[in-house]
Protein backbone atom coordinates (compact mmCIF):
# COMPACT_ATOMS: atom_id res chain seq x y z
CA UNK A 1 0.00 0.00 0.00
CA UNK A 2 1.19 3.46 -0.97
CA UNK A 3 2.79 4.99 2.22
CA UNK A 4 2.56 8.33 1.15
CA UNK A 5 -0.14 10.01 -1.13
CA UNK A 6 -0.97 13.58 -0.85
CA UNK A 7 -3.81 13.59 -3.29
CA UNK A 8 -7.17 11.52 -3.13
CA UNK A 9 -7.40 10.61 -6.76
CA UNK A 10 -4.46 9.47 -9.13
CA UNK A 11 -4.46 7.76 -12.18
CA UNK A 12 -2.36 4.73 -12.61
CA UNK A 13 1.35 5.21 -13.67
CA UNK A 14 3.27 2.43 -15.56
CA UNK A 15 7.29 3.46 -14.98
CA UNK A 16 10.11 1.56 -16.82
CA UNK A 17 13.74 1.61 -16.87
CA UNK A 18 16.40 -0.22 -14.68
CA UNK A 19 16.17 -1.39 -11.22
CA UNK A 20 19.95 -1.82 -10.24
CA UNK A 21 23.12 -1.99 -8.43
CA UNK A 22 24.97 1.52 -7.31
CA UNK A 23 28.40 1.92 -6.23
CA UNK A 24 29.05 5.78 -5.79
CA UNK A 25 32.52 7.59 -5.41
CA UNK A 26 32.21 11.20 -4.02
CA UNK A 27 35.54 13.14 -2.75
CA UNK A 28 34.06 12.52 0.53
CA UNK A 29 32.71 9.16 1.13
CA UNK A 30 31.69 6.16 -1.39
CA UNK A 31 28.46 4.05 -1.05
CA UNK A 32 29.00 -0.06 -2.44
CA UNK A 33 26.27 -1.96 -3.91
CA UNK A 34 23.73 0.59 -2.93
CA UNK A 35 19.93 0.37 -4.51
CA UNK A 36 20.42 2.50 -7.50
CA UNK A 37 18.69 2.40 -11.28
CA UNK A 38 16.46 5.17 -12.95
CA UNK A 39 12.71 3.05 -11.70
CA UNK A 40 14.02 2.92 -8.13
CA UNK A 41 13.87 6.88 -7.83
CA UNK A 42 11.02 7.50 -10.56
CA UNK A 43 8.68 5.14 -9.49
CA UNK A 44 8.74 5.88 -5.57
CA UNK A 45 8.83 9.70 -5.97
CA UNK A 46 5.36 9.43 -8.18
CA UNK A 47 4.29 7.28 -5.86
CA UNK A 48 3.90 10.37 -3.61
CA UNK A 49 0.88 11.80 -5.66
CA UNK A 50 -0.08 8.30 -7.78
CA UNK A 51 -2.29 5.46 -5.89
CA UNK A 52 -0.72 2.96 -8.00
CA UNK A 53 2.70 2.89 -9.33
CA UNK A 54 3.40 -0.26 -11.73
CA UNK A 55 6.89 -0.78 -12.83
CA UNK A 56 8.75 -2.70 -15.90
CA UNK A 57 12.23 -3.54 -15.49
CA UNK A 58 14.69 -6.51 -15.58
CA UNK A 59 16.94 -7.68 -12.63
CA UNK A 60 19.24 -10.28 -11.88
CA UNK A 61 19.49 -13.58 -9.86
CA UNK A 62 22.11 -11.71 -7.45
CA UNK A 63 19.41 -8.55 -6.86
CA UNK A 64 19.24 -8.18 -3.20
CA UNK A 65 16.06 -9.44 -1.78
CA UNK A 66 15.49 -6.68 0.43
CA UNK A 67 15.95 -3.93 -2.13
CA UNK A 68 13.07 -5.66 -3.43
CA UNK A 69 11.11 -5.54 -0.22
CA UNK A 70 11.60 -2.16 0.69
CA UNK A 71 10.04 -0.85 -2.78
CA UNK A 72 7.24 -3.25 -2.11
CA UNK A 73 6.69 -1.69 0.78
CA UNK A 74 6.21 1.72 -0.33
CA UNK A 75 3.90 0.99 -2.71
CA UNK A 76 5.45 0.09 -5.60
CA UNK A 77 3.84 -2.92 -7.82
CA UNK A 78 6.79 -5.26 -9.17
CA UNK A 79 4.44 -7.32 -11.19
CA UNK A 80 6.27 -6.33 -13.95
CA UNK A 81 9.64 -6.67 -13.21
CA UNK A 82 11.61 -9.94 -14.70
CA UNK A 83 14.57 -11.86 -13.13
CA UNK A 84 17.10 -13.35 -15.29
CA UNK A 85 19.96 -15.63 -14.67
CA UNK A 86 23.44 -13.05 -14.12
CA UNK A 87 24.25 -10.18 -12.99
CA UNK A 88 21.56 -7.36 -12.47
CA UNK A 89 22.62 -4.03 -14.03
CA UNK A 90 25.36 -2.03 -11.98
CA UNK A 91 26.56 0.79 -12.54
CA UNK A 92 29.84 2.58 -10.51
CA UNK A 93 30.24 6.49 -10.79
CA UNK A 94 32.76 9.25 -9.82
CA UNK A 95 32.02 12.58 -8.72
CA UNK A 96 34.05 15.17 -8.64
CA UNK A 97 34.43 18.47 -6.04
CA UNK A 98 31.91 19.95 -8.52
CA UNK A 99 29.34 17.59 -8.21
CA UNK A 100 27.51 18.22 -11.74
CA UNK A 101 29.94 16.79 -13.15
CA UNK A 102 30.75 12.61 -12.77
CA UNK A 103 31.99 10.16 -14.96
CA UNK A 104 31.29 6.61 -15.31
CA UNK A 105 33.99 3.97 -13.48
CA UNK A 106 32.39 1.06 -14.89
CA UNK A 107 28.88 -0.08 -16.06
CA UNK A 108 27.30 -3.78 -16.66
CA UNK A 109 24.36 -3.81 -18.84
CA UNK A 110 24.39 -6.59 -20.35
CA UNK A 111 20.92 -7.43 -19.09
CA UNK A 112 19.72 -4.56 -19.91
CA UNK A 113 20.97 -4.42 -23.53
CA UNK A 114 19.54 -8.09 -24.15
CA UNK A 115 16.10 -7.32 -22.37
CA UNK A 116 13.00 -8.03 -25.02
CA UNK A 117 11.08 -5.81 -23.18
CA UNK A 118 7.19 -6.85 -22.43
CA UNK A 119 4.61 -5.28 -20.77
CA UNK A 120 2.13 -7.49 -19.28
CA UNK A 121 -1.50 -7.68 -20.87
CA UNK A 122 -2.86 -6.05 -17.50
CA UNK A 123 -0.71 -2.78 -17.58
CA UNK A 124 -1.16 -1.87 -21.12
CA UNK A 125 -4.04 0.24 -20.59
CA UNK A 126 -2.35 2.41 -17.80
CA UNK A 127 -2.93 6.24 -19.08
CA UNK A 128 0.01 7.72 -17.72
CA UNK A 129 3.31 5.91 -19.13
CA UNK A 130 6.84 6.81 -17.82
CA UNK A 131 10.16 5.94 -20.09
CA UNK A 132 12.91 6.62 -17.67
CA UNK A 133 16.62 6.63 -19.45
CA UNK A 134 17.35 3.59 -21.08
CA UNK A 135 17.95 2.02 -24.62
CA UNK A 136 15.79 4.06 -27.21
CA UNK A 137 15.06 0.88 -29.00
CA UNK A 138 13.37 0.09 -25.48
CA UNK A 139 11.79 2.71 -24.41
CA UNK A 140 9.95 2.74 -28.44
CA UNK A 141 8.98 -0.76 -27.31
CA UNK A 142 7.03 0.09 -24.25
CA UNK A 143 5.45 3.18 -26.02
CA UNK A 144 4.21 0.67 -28.79
CA UNK A 145 2.84 -2.16 -26.49
CA UNK A 146 1.09 1.23 -24.64
CA UNK A 147 -0.64 2.98 -27.16
CA UNK A 148 -3.94 4.11 -25.70
CA UNK A 149 -1.29 5.78 -23.21
CA UNK A 150 -2.68 9.53 -22.95
CA UNK A 151 0.26 10.98 -21.08
CA UNK A 152 3.56 9.77 -22.08
CA UNK A 153 6.73 11.15 -20.33
CA UNK A 154 10.55 10.09 -21.51
CA UNK A 155 14.13 10.95 -20.46
CA UNK A 156 17.27 10.24 -22.13
CA UNK A 157 21.32 10.70 -21.76
CA UNK A 158 24.32 11.37 -23.83
CA UNK A 159 25.47 7.82 -24.33
CA UNK A 160 21.78 7.24 -26.74
CA UNK A 161 21.96 10.46 -28.73
CA UNK A 162 24.99 9.39 -30.03
CA UNK A 163 25.21 6.26 -30.41
CA UNK A 164 21.16 6.07 -31.52
CA UNK A 165 20.20 9.69 -32.99
CA UNK A 166 17.12 8.18 -34.97
CA UNK A 167 15.84 5.91 -32.15
CA UNK A 168 15.83 9.19 -30.01
CA UNK A 169 14.60 10.94 -32.36
CA UNK A 170 11.52 8.72 -32.58
CA UNK A 171 11.45 8.46 -28.68
CA UNK A 172 10.97 12.12 -28.32
CA UNK A 173 8.33 12.60 -31.35
CA UNK A 174 5.98 10.30 -29.53
CA UNK A 175 6.43 12.04 -26.00
CA UNK A 176 3.97 14.05 -24.39
CA UNK A 177 6.75 15.71 -22.30
CA UNK A 178 10.59 14.85 -22.52
CA UNK A 179 13.60 15.63 -20.64
CA UNK A 180 17.35 15.63 -20.87
CA UNK A 181 20.24 17.41 -18.75
CA UNK A 182 21.78 20.79 -19.89
CA UNK A 183 24.45 19.31 -21.49
CA UNK A 184 23.12 16.71 -22.99
CA UNK A 185 20.48 19.13 -24.88
CA UNK A 186 23.14 21.14 -25.81
CA UNK A 187 24.62 18.17 -27.67
CA UNK A 188 21.81 17.00 -29.13
CA UNK A 189 20.74 20.21 -30.33
CA UNK A 190 24.27 21.67 -31.66
CA UNK A 191 22.43 24.60 -29.42
CA UNK A 192 24.97 26.93 -26.97
CA UNK A 193 22.00 28.26 -24.50
CA UNK A 194 19.05 26.18 -23.10
CA UNK A 195 16.66 27.89 -25.16
CA UNK A 196 17.97 27.18 -28.37
CA UNK A 197 18.18 23.36 -26.65
CA UNK A 198 14.56 23.03 -25.66
CA UNK A 199 13.10 24.62 -28.86
CA UNK A 200 15.25 21.86 -30.59
CA UNK A 201 13.05 19.29 -28.31
CA UNK A 202 9.89 21.15 -29.22
CA UNK A 203 10.83 20.62 -32.69
CA UNK A 204 11.14 16.89 -32.79
CA UNK A 205 7.91 16.81 -31.68
CA UNK A 206 7.11 17.06 -27.85
CA UNK A 207 4.64 19.08 -26.52
CA UNK A 208 6.92 20.14 -23.72
CA UNK A 209 10.60 20.40 -22.92
CA UNK A 210 12.32 20.10 -19.75
CA UNK A 211 15.80 20.73 -19.44
CA UNK A 212 17.64 19.76 -16.25
CA UNK A 213 19.98 21.87 -14.87
CA UNK A 214 20.74 20.42 -11.20
CA UNK A 215 21.74 22.61 -8.61
CA UNK A 216 20.47 25.69 -10.88
CA UNK A 217 17.10 24.24 -11.20
CA UNK A 218 15.20 23.19 -14.61
CA UNK A 219 13.76 25.51 -17.62
CA UNK A 220 10.49 24.42 -19.43
CA UNK A 221 9.39 25.36 -22.44
CA UNK A 222 6.10 25.01 -24.29
CA UNK A 223 4.03 26.63 -27.10
CA UNK A 224 0.76 28.02 -26.16
CA UNK A 225 -2.59 28.08 -29.37
CA UNK A 226 -1.06 30.72 -31.07
CA UNK A 227 2.61 28.64 -31.55
CA UNK A 228 4.65 31.31 -29.06
CA UNK A 229 6.91 30.04 -26.88
CA UNK A 230 6.64 29.80 -23.49
CA UNK A 231 9.10 29.71 -20.51
CA UNK A 232 9.06 28.82 -17.10
CA UNK A 233 12.67 28.91 -14.99
CA UNK A 234 12.40 26.56 -11.66
CA UNK A 235 15.41 27.41 -9.30
CA UNK A 236 16.70 23.93 -7.45
CA UNK A 237 15.73 24.11 -3.65
CA UNK A 238 19.14 25.11 -1.95
CA UNK A 239 21.03 22.61 -0.11
CA UNK A 240 24.25 22.73 2.21
CA UNK A 241 25.05 19.77 2.01
CA UNK A 242 24.98 17.46 -1.42
CA UNK A 243 25.94 13.88 -0.61
CA UNK A 244 24.89 12.45 -3.91
CA UNK A 245 23.24 14.02 -6.94
CA UNK A 246 22.46 10.28 -8.32
CA UNK A 247 18.85 9.74 -8.90
CA UNK A 248 18.09 13.10 -8.48
CA UNK A 249 16.59 13.65 -12.23
CA UNK A 250 14.31 10.48 -12.26
CA UNK A 251 13.06 11.41 -9.05
CA UNK A 252 12.25 14.91 -10.59
CA UNK A 253 10.78 12.99 -13.87
CA UNK A 254 9.14 10.90 -11.24
CA UNK A 255 7.40 13.14 -9.17
CA UNK A 256 6.52 15.28 -12.08
CA UNK A 257 4.65 12.42 -14.26
CA UNK A 258 2.92 11.42 -10.21
CA UNK A 259 1.43 15.12 -9.71
CA UNK A 260 0.15 14.76 -13.62
CA UNK A 261 -1.18 11.82 -12.58
CA UNK A 262 -3.75 13.03 -10.84
CA UNK A 263 -4.91 15.23 -13.22
CA UNK A 264 -7.89 14.51 -15.47
CA UNK A 265 -6.24 12.08 -18.40
CA UNK A 266 -4.99 13.72 -21.10
CA UNK A 267 -2.73 16.46 -22.06
CA UNK A 268 -1.42 19.13 -19.26
CA UNK A 269 -1.99 22.81 -19.19
CA UNK A 270 1.16 24.63 -19.18
CA UNK A 271 0.49 25.84 -15.86
CA UNK A 272 0.04 22.29 -14.11
CA UNK A 273 3.34 21.04 -15.92
CA UNK A 274 4.81 24.18 -14.46
CA UNK A 275 3.28 23.20 -10.80
CA UNK A 276 4.75 19.35 -11.40
CA UNK A 277 7.72 21.00 -11.95
CA UNK A 278 7.83 22.37 -8.56
CA UNK A 279 6.64 19.01 -7.31
CA UNK A 280 10.00 17.08 -8.70
CA UNK A 281 12.39 19.98 -7.83
CA UNK A 282 11.57 19.45 -3.83
CA UNK A 283 11.19 16.03 -4.25
CA UNK A 284 14.91 16.06 -5.95
CA UNK A 285 16.14 17.38 -3.07
CA UNK A 286 15.65 15.17 -0.71
CA UNK A 287 17.44 12.33 -2.96
CA UNK A 288 20.47 14.26 -2.98
CA UNK A 289 21.06 14.40 0.79
CA UNK A 290 21.74 10.71 0.90
CA UNK A 291 23.57 8.00 -0.79
CA UNK A 292 21.34 5.75 -2.99
CA UNK A 293 17.54 6.54 -2.41
CA UNK A 294 17.65 6.26 1.27
CA UNK A 295 16.64 9.54 1.93
CA UNK A 296 13.88 9.41 -0.58
CA UNK A 297 12.64 6.09 0.90
CA UNK A 298 12.32 7.19 4.38
CA UNK A 299 10.61 11.12 3.39
CA UNK A 300 6.95 10.89 5.12
CA UNK A 301 4.37 13.39 3.53
CA UNK A 302 4.94 15.73 7.01
CA UNK A 303 8.45 16.61 5.27
CA UNK A 304 7.68 17.00 1.88
CA UNK A 305 4.99 19.40 2.56
CA UNK A 306 7.07 21.57 5.29
CA UNK A 307 9.93 21.58 2.72
CA UNK A 308 7.44 22.52 -0.11
CA UNK A 309 6.05 25.17 2.08
CA UNK A 310 9.73 26.63 2.60
CA UNK A 311 10.39 26.78 -1.06
CA UNK A 312 7.61 28.41 -1.92
CA UNK A 313 8.34 31.01 0.72
CA UNK A 314 11.50 30.83 -0.97
CA UNK A 315 10.43 32.02 -4.21
CA UNK A 316 7.59 34.54 -3.13
CA UNK A 317 7.94 37.71 -4.51
CA UNK A 318 6.78 40.32 -2.01
CA UNK A 319 5.23 43.48 -4.06
CA UNK A 320 6.00 42.81 -7.54
CA UNK A 321 3.21 43.03 -9.69
CA UNK A 322 2.06 43.52 -14.15
Not at 41 to 54: G, T, Y
Not at 58 to 85: N, Q, T, W
Not at 232 to 256: E, M, Q, S
Request: glycine share 8%; proline share 5%.
Amino acid sequence: MNTYFLFSMSQPLLVTGTIGIDTILTPRNRAEGVLGGSVSFAAVAALLFADRVDAVSIIGEDFPSHYEEALAAKGLCMDGVERKKGPSFSWTGEYFDNMNKRRTVCANDAVMLEWNVHVPESLRNHPVLVCCCMVPAQQLKCMEQCPDAALVLSDSMDKWLRRQPELLDAVISRSHITMMNEDEAKEYAQASTVLEAGEFLLSKGAAYAVVKQGEYGATLLGRDSAGNLQIFRCPAYPLKTLVDPTGAGDTFLGALAGYLATLPPGLPSFEEVKRGIVYGTVAASFTCESFSADALLSMTEETFRRRLEEYAEMCRLPGVSC
